[in-house]
């Protein structure tokens, strides 16, 4: 498949183009800062773009089978993080205008503010409220991309990510703010980059999870 990849100088995003160089897929990497890409191979474009922007974006959607995004933004507790939001309105737009409907995208478990209630007292009551700014913008894309009838998008929420290679770990997934056990208890605190970029590529083959949300987490 042809596939454009945001995000992809970040930890997520390098795992993804990797692994879909290796499965014989064709890349585009949309990044901001070409000389950040350090993989060189036949099937990889490297182009530089504005993500905010559907101009810029647009062109470099054409002929492609699908959009993925990793794209990340910090934490701030100073104002609210709005990155989130205002790439997937532009990616959005520039897919229509390219005539792609197909969007890969990763979040967050616990994106709804309420979803962490049965979570542990240090990611409840520490660590929550100090992304709560990056999860408050990924719920508001989320919801975003509810109303978007034409896409067929789906949205990836892996837990805490561990800077580590793809595992053969089988998958646990759950449409919803995160993955319970039997009593409803979360399952697990992280997943390695490399599982997250697996699961998203696992997708392209796959009509699951089309317009929903999956969270995930591995066995």
Known sequence: MKIAVLGATGQTGQHLVQQALQQGHTVTAVVRSPEKVTVQHDNLKVVKANIFSSDSLKDNFKDQDVVMSCLGFPTSFFSGVTGYTLSMHAMVKAMRE???????????????????????????????????????????????????????????????????????????????????????????????????????LSLLNNNTWIKKAVAIATK
């Open 98 to 200: 390219a005539k792609v409907n197909r969007l890969i995208t990763m979040t967050s478990w616990y994106t709804e503010p309420n979803s962490g209630t049965q979570s542990s007292y240090m990611i409840r009551f520490l660590l929550l409220p100090m992304i709560r700014s990056v999860l408050t913008n990924m719920f508001q894309m989320e919801q975003f991309l509810q109303t978007t009838n034409d896409i067929e998008w789906t949205v990836v929420r892996p837990p805490g990510l561990r800077n580590q290679p793809a595992s053969a770990l089988d998958f646990l997934t759950h449409e919803g703010y995160f993955v319970p056990d039997n009593s409803g208890i979360p399952v697990g605190s992280a997943v390695a980059r490399g599982d997250v970029a697996r699961f998203m």
